[in-house]
Structures are given as C-alpha cells and as structure tokens.
C-alpha cells in the first residue's frame, strides 16, 4: 500500500535525521528538551495504544511509569548495566499490569478510569511514605554520565515505542480494539474477543510506558523517588494525546512538540503564575479541540446533525 | 393530526432517511413496515426529537415539533414504546409507570391512570413491587406500553412491538393497542418488521426501504398486494 | 480500649471520606462526569468557612447555611461553563474531556488559592474545638462527633431524596437511561444542570469539616483521592454504600496504624481497592457491572 511505504519512509527519514542529530547539536539545553519530548511521544502514545485504540481510558499511568523507574533506578545503581535495568523497568509494569490492571480491565467505563486513577494515587502516597527521600547519583555513576547517551537510549525507546504501535494498530490486531473501543457489545456478538484485545493494548502499553519510566530513571543524576509516580504523569500524555487527535497514530507525536513548545514557552515567560495560566490553557485546549487539532474538520460537521443521541457513529443505547 | 413532510436525517455522516414523508390520522393505527435497518427506528426518533432532521418539518396537530426539545414534544402529547423495551432496570414496575407519569398534567392524574394500566395488563398489578429487569420479554414490553401510556399521549408510537417475543404474547398484546385505539381514541404509530401482524392491527399502512418510503395505503389492501406479498410475506 | 479509641477515630476519618465522596459520587453517576475537581472545590468551601469563621465569628456547621447555596451558584456556573458542552457525547469521550477539563480546574483552583490565601494551613478553632465527650471509656471530640453526624444526616438524606421526591426520582430515572429519560418528559439539560450543582453544593458540606481540622491549597488531591476510592468500594449507583465504604475504607486504615504502623495507611488503602477490584468490581454495594 503506497500510504504504508510512504509512512515507512518518513519514518525512516525522521529517525535518520534525530540519529544524526547529535552531531551538529550538542548544546545540553536542546538535547534536554529533546530527550523530553522523546519522553513524552513515548508515553503518550502507550497511553493512546490503550486509551485511543482499545478505548480503555486509563488514568492511572503514573503507576506504570514510576514503577518503572523505580525498578531500573534500584537495578542498575546495584551494578545491572542500563539496558537490562531499563527492560526490566519496562518488564515490571507489565508485571503490574498483570497484577492489578488486567483485573480492572474487567470495569466498564468510568470505573476503570477511577480505578486506575486511584491506583496511580495510592502508589503515589505509598512510595512518599516508604521512600520520602531523595535518589542520588553516586561516584562513578556521575564521572560517567553522558548527555548523548542518555539522548540515544530516549530515541531508540521511543523508535521501538512508535514501530511496534505503528505495527499493531496497522494490523488485524488493531482493528479488534478498535471494534473493541467502538461497542464492545456488538463487538463480542462479531466474535471478536474484547478481553484478548483490551490485554494485548494493555501489555504493550505498560511496557513501554516502563522502558520510559526507566529511561527516567537513567536520565535524572538526582530525584525524589515518588517524582515518577506524580499526578502529572497521569495526565500529561492524555492531554497531549488529546492535542494532537486520540486513537490517531500522529496525534501523540504532534501533540508531544506542541506541548513541550508550550511548556517551556510559558517557564521561561510566566514566572509564579505559569501553571495557573497553563491550567487555563489546558483548560481552553478540551474546550477548543474536543477531538484533537486533526479532528478538527470533522468535529464542526458533526455538530450540526445530532441533537442528542450522542457522539458520531453511535448506535442508540443507554449511556 | 402527525405530518412528516421531506425528511432527510443523517446518523453522523450517513444519511438515513430520504424525503420521507407520511401522514399520521387522528384516532387511527397507522403502521411502517419495513426490513431491518430501512429506517424505521430513525423516523421515530425524529418525531419525538431525539434526533433532528437536517432537511423538512414535522407537524403535529398543526405544530412544528421537529426543532422541539425532547421533553416538549411529550408534554404535547407524543409518546413513545422504545424498541427493545428499554425500561428503568433498577426501578420497580409500579417506579418505571410512575416515572412514565412524570409531565404536569399526567402527574395529577397518576393513580387513576394506573389502575387503567393494571386493568389492562393484570400481570403488572401482581408484579407491582417486583424490579423491571426480572420481568420476562411479554410482561417487559407490557411495562413499557404501560409506562409511555402514563403520560396520557394522544399518539402512542411503538417501536418493533414484535422483537424477541413468542407469537401468542404478540398477539396478546396487539389485542391491547386494538382496545385501547378504539376505546380512549389514542392514535397508535407502529414500526414494525412482522409485516403480517402490522398490517393485520393496522388501518393505514407505509413501506419504507432503504430509507425511502415505496409504498402506502390501507392495510388490508396492502396485506392483499402482489408485492407486498412476494417481498415481506415470503408467498410467491 | 487503646484499639477502640483507634476505631472512633477510624469511623470519624470514614464519615469524613464520605462527606467529600458523595457529592463526587452524584456527579459521575448521573451526568458520567469525572470531577476530580470535588476535592478541590471542597477546599475552596472551607476556605471559605474559614473565612467566615475568622471575619464574622460563624461556626462552619452554622456558615453551611451560607456556603452551600454559594457552591450550588459555583457549581452551576461551572457546569454551563466547562461541562455542558460534553451533554451530547458518548461515554468515552465524556469520561476524557471531562477528567482533563478538570483536572485543569484543579490546577487553577490550587493555584489561585495559593496566590489569593498563600500555602499556610489554616484551620478553625472553635470553643468546643478540643473538648472531648467522655464516655464508655472512650474520649470522642466533638468535631469529630458532629462530622459523623452532618455525614449520616447528609447522606441519608440524599438517599431519601432521590427515592422519594419527583426531581430525584428524575435523577435516578437519568442514571439508568438517559435517552429513555428524554421520552418521560424529564427537562434532562436542566436536570442534569442542577444536579450538578448540587452535588458542588454537597462539597461544602465536607469543606465545613476540613475546615475544623487543616486546608491547604494542596489538600484538594488527596481528598478526591479518598472519594473516588470510595465511588469505587461503593459501586455504581449506591448512595448508602458511600456512607458504609467510608466507615470501611476508615477503619481499615486506623487499623493499619494499630497493627503495623503509621507509614502503611496508603497501603491499607491500596490493598482493599485492589482486593475489591478483583473480586467484586461493581463495589460493595452496588448493581451489576455495565448497567
């Protein structure tokens, strides 16, 4: 399919282009900013893997996230070399997952969204109890850091984020969760196996949102442990994913360069006030952009049409 | 007393209904037949505004009601059987009739209309206390019939009376829409895909396929018609 | 009687959760709006207790009188501002705008409050503040007394309303089906509206407690926290069982603290949620799943 090969090829042209990158541009400020964009396409679209695709809102990433970290943070400043800690990283939220998400898979609308959200929170307030300080490089862990290295190991967790994804929702696979998402009812009367699908979404996405957790861990020379399972976590891939249009495979993508343009625009500009303004903004983004800035055009159509049975392409049902 | 005049509907992107249009008669069942998915549904919830038509107008008793609020257009006296019952699961047969009599002027009459609707359906009276979900298909779509009957329509509109209930409860029930029609003058709009059972209660009768109506007249004459016979009643 | 002191002070922290989790509950249960905002909104009702308290001398049980028709106003305003918009779609899409939109109000509530009170606790302190009812051997205060109290007397009475008056049967007829509302004549959109508004009220009656013992901007998370715990342990569409959860979700925690240890009453939390989670996900008390 020539839309395929040509995505392929962009693809292959932009990761050519971040490759080569540190090359020219060396300046830790750019490389920083780019690590967290790495970060935050990363996470945002394993939020939308599962959030967007499968329809499974998850609110509670945080969770995943900073158990993540938290793994690869304890591995590796115990001697594992960083990549084992990372995948482990990435492996322990699966294992999370496993554990508590896979149950909840089993709540219907808002309440795996409660549910996850209210897991993220109680890992939150858990680990402030257990660990309230903070983590430290030592020694040799700080003679040896290298800004570049940390800058690749973002960028090839993020390729290895964005191909599998790309893969999966491109396949059969993708369709059963997005039948999944669309009416989970008329779904299993197709035969379609609403569970399998909601926990192929979910194992991909915790995983990876664990390699990013560990990619954290490895990037930061000193944090508070329960940084990574902050609130924040929870939320900014889902708005960002929003930004740029959810259950779409560029959405996260775009929505990740818009939001950390903004971001910094507004640190380095508004001083005390900046997250109250940036509430505002967030605020006035879901009121603007429902469907994402890719689901612009379409939404205005809509709106015309319906009265009150509900969003496009809705079967008649109760809510 | 209900005119439908060139409706275009859209669900979303896709369009639904052509141009309809047909007449509703004061005191009469007038019945839509067609196969599933022709747009029966769709009509229906365009009269009672929960969906709005993109193109012509619906009148009832000389009003416009197609840009009404939902809840408007059953104070004036439409009201609506839902396809698959749809009652308050976690209400009661007695709460799911009360709530039916939720508009002003219905609310004063509750009671007395209550003790008409267990007059009618007997089987409800006994269940009175019992929660809507527990009920069986028959004894479901009696609550529903009973509960749009709550709100003292003029015109009662039935949506797929027949779906997933034995032929004898069909019957049973179709009894009671004859009755009622006839004893109260309430006007009845049926949509339905048991073609023979529709024609058969009906006076009047529309065809709507693929989202144009194809047909109309009077339901015996239709039950009679070549085409009616070899599309819907399977007889060559 | 060490223990049974622990477990009054189990049942006080309990009513408390309910109190901040009922006007959550109301709100996601009837409109499908996820408001972590609740506790935050709830902070702003004690501050302005607080204030009441500290400009005019008005006990904050007493400023109630004042503070929830002032919420109620809040809460509408908010609804028609940020939420109304959202009426027509379908769950999905309610759930995430509604969960970023106000997650945004949090972030603005937090701050304001912040630059407006700056972020020194304040807390009310009445005449009867300290004192202490005596009896059973047991010293339970009198705050804590009247929380419980305000709690049992809100939420059953809540649950009164919505099974015995028209306008709550029109609530509870909107949580089942909200379609099948429109067709019993019920003014959904104002319905909803002041629903909304009430359940914002409701918060008020939690921010008049928090207000005898500590606000902070900040506090806002962790009560909302508390209260989708319990929207979680209660299960859809039970009032009563907010109250019931509460009680659990309080006495498992100081329990906790009795048994192993202050640092563990997070996880107190966690395990029961997780527990509840696996094996009765439509909450203690609550209808079946997917209702």
Same mark, same amino acid.
Request: hydrophobic letters at 50%.
């Given at each position: 399919?020539p ?7 962009v ?38 893997i ?7 809102v998850?609110v509670g990433?945080?969770a995943?996230?900073?158990?993540g970290?938290?793994?690869t ?7 594992m ?10 492996f322990?939220?699966?294992l999370? +997952? ?5 149950p909840?898979?089993?709540? *219907?609308? !808002?309440y795996?969204?409660?549910g ?6 109680i890992? !939150?307030?858990?680990i402030?109890n ?6 430290f ?5 700080? +003679?040896?850091?290298s800004?570049?290295? *940390? ?5 090839v967790?993020m390729?290895?984020a ?15 969760m997005?039948?999944?998402r669309d ?6 009367t197709?035969?379609?196996?609403i569970v399998?699908y909601?926990v ?23 944090y508070?442990?329960?940084l ?8 900014e891939?889902i ?10 495979f ?18 380095l ?9 940036f ?18 055009p379409?939404?205005?159509?809509h ?9 496009a392409?809705?079967s008649?049902g109760?809510? | 007393?209900?005119e ?13 209904l ?7 008669r004061?005191?009469?069942?007038t ?15 365009a009269i009672?505004?929960?969906?709005r ?16 609020a939902?809840? $408007? ?32 002027k ?5 009671? @007395?209309?209550?003790?008409w609707i267990?007059?009618i ?11 809507a ?5 028959g ?11 709550m ?5 009662l509109?039935?949506? @797929? ?6 032929p004898?409860?069909?019957e $049973?029930?179709s009894?009671?829409?004859? @009755?009622? /029609? ?11 895909? /048991? ?8 006076d ?5 396929? /693929?989202?144009r109506?194809?047909?109309?007249g009077?339901? @015996? ?7 009616? $016979? ?7 | 009687m ?7 002070y ?7 959760y ?11 249960g009837?409109m ?11 902070m702003?009702a ?17 400023s109630?009188?004042?503070t929830?028709?002032a919420?109620?106003? #809040? ?17 999905g ?13 949090v ?8 630059v ?9 302190? =009445? ?7 005596? =009896? ?8 804590? #007394?009247?929380?419980v ?28 089906d ?13 319905? =909803? ?6 359940g914002?009220?409701l918060?008020? =009656? ?6 005898l013992y ?10 909302t ?7 979680v ?12 959860s ?18 563990y009453t997070?996880?107190?939390? #966690? ?5 509840? #989670? ?13 209702v």
């Amino acid at each position: 399919m020539p839309v395929q090969v040509r995505n392929w090829f962009v693809g292959a042209l932009g990761v050519a282009a971040l490759a080569l990158l540190p090359l020219g541009i060396r300046g830790e400020y750019s490389l920083t900013i780019l690590c967290t964009l790495f970060l935050y396409v990363t996470t945002s679209q394993s939020w939308n893997i599962l959030g967007g695709y499968a329809g499974q809102v998850n609110v509670g990433q945080a969770a995943f996230f900073g158990i993540g970290a938290l793994t690869t943070r304890l591995l590796w400043l115990n001697g594992m070399p960083f990549p084992l800690a990372i995948v482990a990283g990435g492996f322990s939220s699966v294992l999370l +997952a496993v554990i508590v998400g896979f149950p909840a898979l089993r709540l *219907r609308g !808002h309440y795996f969204a409660i549910g996850t959200l209210a897991l993220a929170w109680i890992g !939150h307030i858990t680990i402030g109890n257990l660990l309230p300080g903070i983590s430290f490089l030592t020694g040799r862990y700080v +003679a040896t850091y290298s800004l570049v290295l *940390r800058y690749y190991v973002f960028l090839v967790i993020m390729i290895a984020a964005l191909v599998t994804i790309y893969l999966v929702v491109n396949s059969r696979i993708g369709l059963g969760m997005e039948a999944t998402r669309d009416d989970e009812d008329a779904a299993q009367t197709a035969g379609v196996n609403i569970v399998k699908y909601k926990v192929i979404a979910f194992t991909i996405s915790s995983f990876f949102v664990g390699l990013a957790g560990g990619g954290f861990a490895f990037f930061y020379a000193s944090y508070y442990w329960y940084l990574p399972f902050g609130l924040m976590w929870c939320f900014e891939p889902i708005l960002i994913t929003f930004i740029g249009g959810v259950g779409t495979f560029i959405g996260p993508i775009i929505g990740a360069v818009c939001y950390v343009a903004l971001k910094e625009i507004f640190a380095l500009t508004l001083g005390e006030i900046n997250i109250l303004i940036f509430g505002i903004v967030f605020i006035l983004t879901i009121l603007f952009f429902p469907r994402g800035i890719i689901g612009l055009p379409a939404a205005l159509r809509h709106l015309k049409s319906q009265k009150v049975s509900g969003g496009a392409g809705e079967s008649i049902g109760p809510r | 007393m209900l005119e439908l005049s060139g409706l275009d509907i859209y669900h979303g992107d896709l369009q639904a209904l052509w141009g309809v249009s047909l007449t509703v008669r004061d005191r009469e069942i007038t019945t839509l037949i067609g196969s599933n998915g022709a747009g029966k549904s769709t009509t229906l919830m365009a009269i009672t505004g929960l969906l709005r038509p993109s193109k012509g107008s619906i009148l009832f008793d000389g009003t416009r009601i197609d840009k009404l609020a939902a809840h $408007k257009i059953v104070e004036l006296g439409i009201s609506m059987v839902p396809e698959g019952r749809r009652l308050f699961p976690e209400m009661s047969v007695r709460q799911n009739l009360e709530i039916g009599a939720f508009i002003g002027k219905a609310r004063r009459a509750k009671y @007395e209309t209550m003790d008409w609707i267990y007059e009618i359906f007997p089987i409800l009276k006994a269940r009175a206390e019992q929660q809507a979900s527990t009920l069986s298909g028959g004894e479901q779509q009696m609550l529903a019939i009973g509960r749009a009957l709550m709100s003292q329509p003029k015109l009662l509109l039935v949506d @797929e009376l027949s779906l997933g209930l034995a032929p004898v409860v069909v019957e $049973k029930i179709s009894d009671v829409l004859k @009755e009622i /029609n006839k004893s109260r003058g309430i006007g009845i709009f049926l949509v339905e895909q /048991n073609v023979q059972m529709a024609l058969e209660l009906a006076d009047i009768g529309y065809i709507i396929e /693929n989202g144009r109506i194809v047909g109309q007249g009077e339901a @015996e004459a239709l039950l009679e018609s070549e085409e009616v $016979k070899e599309a819907y009643l399977g007889i060559a | 009687m060490e223990l049974a002191q622990f477990l009054t002070y189990g049942v006080i922290n309990g009513a408390i959760y309910a109190l901040v989790a009922i006007g959550l509950a109301l709100i996601m249960g009837i409109m499908g709006i996820f408001n972590i905002a609740q506790g935050s909104l709830a902070m702003v009702a004690a501050y302005a207790s607080f204030f009441l308290f500290q400009y005019l001398g008005i006990d904050p049980f007493l400023s109630l009188v004042l503070t929830m028709p002032a919420m109620f106003f #809040l809460g509408l305003l908010l609804h028609e501002g940020l939420f109304s918009w959202m009426r027509n779609f379908s769950a999905g899409q309610k759930l995430r705008n509604s969960l970023l939109v106000a997650f945004g109000l949090v972030l603005i509530l937090e701050n304001l409050a912040t630059v407006l009170w700056t972020a020194n606790e304040r807390c009310v302190t =009445t005449a009867y503040s300290g004192a202490v009812l005596a =009896t059973a051997g047991l010293r339970i205060p009198y705050i804590g #007394l009247s929380a419980v109290g305000l709690s049992i007397l809100v939420i059953f009475g809540l649950h009164f309303f919505v099974k015995r008056t028209l306008f709550g049967q029109s609530i509870w007829a909107i949580s089942q089906d909200h379609q099948c509302a429109h067709l019993m004549g019920i003014n959904v959109r104002r319905t =909803t509206l002041i629903a909304f508004g009430l359940g914002v009220a409701l918060s008020a =009656t939690a921010g008049a407690v928090i207000s005898l013992y500590t606000v902070s901007p900040a506090v806002g998370l962790d009560w909302t926290n508390k209260a989708l715990i319990l929207v979680v342990l209660a299960g859809v569409g039970s009032i009563q069982g907010i109250f019931f959860s509460g009680l659990l979700l309080g006495l498992v925690e100081v329990m906790s603290v009795y048994f192993v240890g202050v640092h563990y009453t997070g996880v107190a939390g #966690l395990v029961i949620f997780i527990l509840v #989670l696996m094996f009765r996900p439509q909450g203690l008390f609550g209808k079946q799943v997917g209702v």
